[in-house]
């Protein structure tokens, strides 16, 4: 029988072909136990192969649940991807699909995974349930249609997204689509990105005043310009660098106000090699390269950029690109292809209102193709690929907004389209609307998933288009986004309404609960990040979304958004409204909140027994971590309904002292009577938690102690605005993460 290496030998460049030789050469040293599971970890996510979570069992999508067999013994070892199923990214650069490439991969997700392809926040296509003894012929059949996984993960530059858009975007200086492409593949593989502490994310952008890009977010950003030099149009580009949520987010600073197009290549060179030189390689949760760019501040970051430029040695390879990308544009079928009126109703109309997009090519329109959570399947994959051929000349993107977008259809040609996607059920209203919620995998998959943020998106989304908000003018263009974690997969800081996945412990049960975001900004490239507001019962979740729309609509005066009523009607009264909200009933009067979204099972997190009250000293501990909460949310407060320096200045001392009482609660677990001294607290609590690593989880270890111990260090500095807000989504970290360790120990006392 034929192998896929033979049957695609001469389809694959030689190039892929030799890196997925070598990877399927390091799987066979691996079965023979010559390579250590750390190190060939690292080689498998340079290949885009991750482990996934199983303690689910089940993958709750609202379309299907597969069983997932899992035995106890491939849970040894901790390289568990090798004994296990895990997921397979496969990057997907600017988003640019053809119609050849989404049956391949539709193929694949029949063949080797659960017959979903799921779209990512970063335009990638992602497959799970993957066993990894099949991803090299699944990398070769990818190849085989120009797509590699290669640095799909690890430290290096991930996929370079772009807007969807691009081409065809009313407010655009020029189409980036090929600089992004470009970009992405002169880095693929390059020597100097291979030193990274962290990964590195891209992204270009057409406009500065749409989303498409999130250019704010990003660890360098590009947004396209033009000048007038000698008479000329010039294009280039307006270079941000710094950026990212995670965690704590940070906002891009601009490096270059105008860099040209020849000039964009070796620039990002320069930034590349200054990253790898001085980034943080021990400690990873200071390694991305916006710690770095706060750490130096953007001017002197500069100057060694400006630096590294002189000593680059020139390569051809910066600028022959660029009579092509300058030629570059995609076309479309000369005329329409059925033009035929059809009646669809009411429903056409909704979904023409939401999901179809005015190209600035006359009589042409963009198409959203609305994914409930990312997810299509195999089947309507092909089937789509069928559509793509007969409207478009082979013109498809995703999305970071996890949806596919289709390029020059023939406004004629919509009512038979509409019908088309109907046929598939591909024809959901709502697209990049209120009710198109984002979700990140949570913990149907994903290892550091808390709370299951695709249950609850699934919820929101059939609420909000039940209300059919999608239609309302006032409501229509706010964002509601969830991430299972801190760590912001879902996008949630830039979100109108952002949650990310926390828990509680109540009596003896622990509780699924979701921290609430205000006042992000999803215009603007990303423009601006929310702030908590508190934690709340994931059950509980979705009345908090109707009431802060009612809330919006009662309060909204002429052209106001949702981030200014909230900042004008002050976070503390929102607060107010939803006071009732946050305390969750007992287990014994409502035991559905002790269950996470489509789970019938009662919530727990992996393998952390159930918690019970110690008493007094608990009770202290709580009290001590309920008053850190208040004074972090008092310096939120402060910090954005005062900008003066004095409040600046109050704002971080507050942070500060939230930080110091969770962790004296912390400490009054063993000692009721810790004195209130910082400097006592601060030095009891490493010698306490951090060096016995009590503190530590599976997810974060010690990062967020060591956020503490910065705090400590430099509580009497300057507080500019962003290092008040930086402090203060810090302390917010460090509050949760008291939370888990105090329910950590609870249920350890509680086995033992």
């Known amino acids: 029988m034929t192998s896929w290496k033979e049957a695609l030998a001469d389809r694959i460049p030689e190039t892929l072909a030799n890196e997925i030789d070598e990877f399927e050469a390091q799987m066979e040293l691996k079965k023979l136990g010559k390579i250590d599971d750390k190190v060939f970890a690292e080689l498998r996510l340079r ?8 303690d689910n069992g089940y993958r709750h999508d609202g379309q299907q649940s597969r069983k997932i067999p899992f035995p106890d013994e491939l849970t040894k070892g901790p390289d568990t991807y090798w004994h296990a199923p895990g997921m397979q990214r496969i990057k997907i650069p600017g988003g640019q699909m053809t119609a050849e490439q989404l049956e391949v991969m539709a193929d694949l997700a029949e063949e080797y995974s659960d017959a979903i392809l799921h779209v990512t926040t970063r335009q990638d296509i992602q497959l799970h349930f993957v066993h990894i003894e099949d991803t090299p012929d699944m990398h070769r059949r990818l190849a085989a249609v120009g797509i590699t996984t290669r640095e799909a993960c690890g430290n290096s530059w991930r996929n370079v997204t772009a807007c969807p858009r691009a081409g065809v975007c009313q407010d655009e200086a020029f189409d980036v689509t090929p600089y992004a492409v470009e970009t992405a593949w002169y880095f693929m593989g390059h020597r100097d990105v291979q030193d990274f502490g962290r990964k590195f994310k891209p992204a270009f952008s057409g406009c500065s005043q749409h989303a498409c890009g999130l250019v704010n977010m990003h660890d360098m950003g590009y947004v396209a310009k033009t000048r007038e030099i000698d008479g000329e149009t010039v294009r280039g580009f307006e270079v941000w660098v710094g950026g990212g949520l995670g965690a704590v987010p940070h906002e891009a600073k601009l490096l270059r106000e105008f860099a040209t197009e020849e000039e964009i290549i070796p620039l990002s060179q320069a930034v590349s090699r200054v990253f790898a030189r001085l980034g943080e390689k021990k400690n990873r949760n200071k390694a991305r390269i916006k710690f770095l760019v706060a750490k130096l501040g953007i001017d002197e970051f500069r100057r060694l950029v400006d630096e590294e430029l002189n000593t680059l040695e020139e390569d051809p390879r910066w600028t022959d690109w660029i009579p092509a990308a300058r030629a570059f544009g995609e076309q479309a079928h000369p005329e329409p292809v059925e033009g035929v009126e059809i009646d669809h ?9 939401t999901n179809v997009y005015q190209q600035r090519q006359k009589g042409f329109v963009g198409v959203t193709i609305n994914l409930p959570l990312g997810d299509i399947t195999s089947e309507q994959s092909r089937a789509l690929a069928d559509i793509v051929r007969k409207y478009t000349n082979d013109s498809i993107r995703t999305t970071v907004e996890q949806n596919l977008f289709l390029r020059w259809i023939h406004e004629a040609d919509l009512p038979a389209l509409y019908r088309d996607l109907k046929a598939l059920n591909l024809h959901a209203p709502a697209g990049e609307s209120i009710a198109d919620v984002t979700s990140c995998p949570g913990t149907d998959t994903c290892k550091l998933g808390i709370s299951a943020s695709r249950g609850l998106a699934g919820v929101l989304r059939e609420r909000l288009a039940a209300r ?57 490239n990303g423009g601006a990040y929310g702030m908590p507001m508190g934690a709340y019962p994931s059950k509980r979740a979705p009345e908090i979304v109707d009431r802060l729309i009612d809330l919006y609509l009662k309060e909204r005066r002429d052209g106001e958004s949702f981030r200014d009523v909230v900042s004008r009607v002050g976070k503390k009264n929102v607060k107010e409204q939803l006071k009732d909200l946050a305390a969750p009933p007992s287990y014994e009067e409502a035991p559905e909140f002790y269950r996470d979204w489509a789970d019938s099972r009662e919530y727990t997190i992996g393998d952390i027994g159930v918690g019970e009250c110690a008493g007094e000293v608990v009770s202290l501990t709580e009290f001590d971590i309920a008053r850190a909460e208040s004074a972090v949310f008092d310096a939120q407060v402060l910090l954005e309904e005062d900008g003066s320096d004095e409040a600046l200045r109050q704002a971080h001392q507050l942070a500060f002292q939230a930080m110091v009482l969770a962790a004296q609660g912390l400490l009054k677990l063993n000692d009721p009577d810790v004195p209130d001294d910082p400097d006592v607290i601060v030095e009891r609590f490493r010698i306490e938690f951090y060096d016995t690593e009590l503190f530590f989880d599976p997810y974060a270890k010690g990062k967020f102690a060591e956020y503490f111990f910065n705090a ?5 500095e300057h507080a500019s605005r962003d290092r008040a807000k930086q402090r203060i989504e810090e302390a917010n970290l460090f509050i949760e993460a008291a939370i888990a360790c105090h329910q950590r120990l609870l249920s350890a006392g509680a086995a033992s």
């Open 47 to 54: 290949r885009g192969a991750y482990g996934q979570r199983y």
């Open 345 to 353: 109703g009411p429903e056409f109309d909704r979904w023409k209102n």
């Open 468 to 524: 059919g908000l999608d239609q309302e003018p006032a409501l229509k263009d706010l964002r509601v986004k969830v991430s299972g974690c801190f760590n912001s997969c879902g996008q949630h800081h830039i979100a109108d309404i952002g949650f990310f996945g926390s828990s509680r412990t109540v009596g003896n049960h622990r509780l699924p609960a979701f921290q609430l975001i205000l006042g992000g900004q999803w215009v603007n």
């Open 712 to 716: 400590a260090e430099n509580r009497d």
